[in-house]
């Protein structure tokens, strides 16, 4: 009989295995995203480079971080 600590730790374990699974695949610093998906323009090969899993420019992640921290 399982009890709240194991289904606890199933949830979560399936809420990770969900997260990894959507996750962007990058092999390399060649294979980010080369567009921001927010603005469209060209995201600079130095934060490609510094954070391959970037998929928005600095200018629209700090926007994204903003709404995030006034949602709360």
């Not at 080369?34 to 970037?54: F, L, Y």
């Amino acid at each position: 009989m399982a009890d709240n600590a194991d289904r606890a730790a199933e949830l979560v374990e399936r809420h990770l295995e969900g997260a990894l699974a959507s996750r962007p695949r990058f092999v390399g610093v060649d294979m980010a995203a080369a567009d921001c998906e927010e603005c469209g323009d060209e995201i600079p090969a130095a934060r490609r480079q510094a954070a391959p899993w970037a998929t928005t420019c600095i200018e629209c992640q700090g926007i994204r971080e903003r709404r995030a921290r006034h949602a709360r």
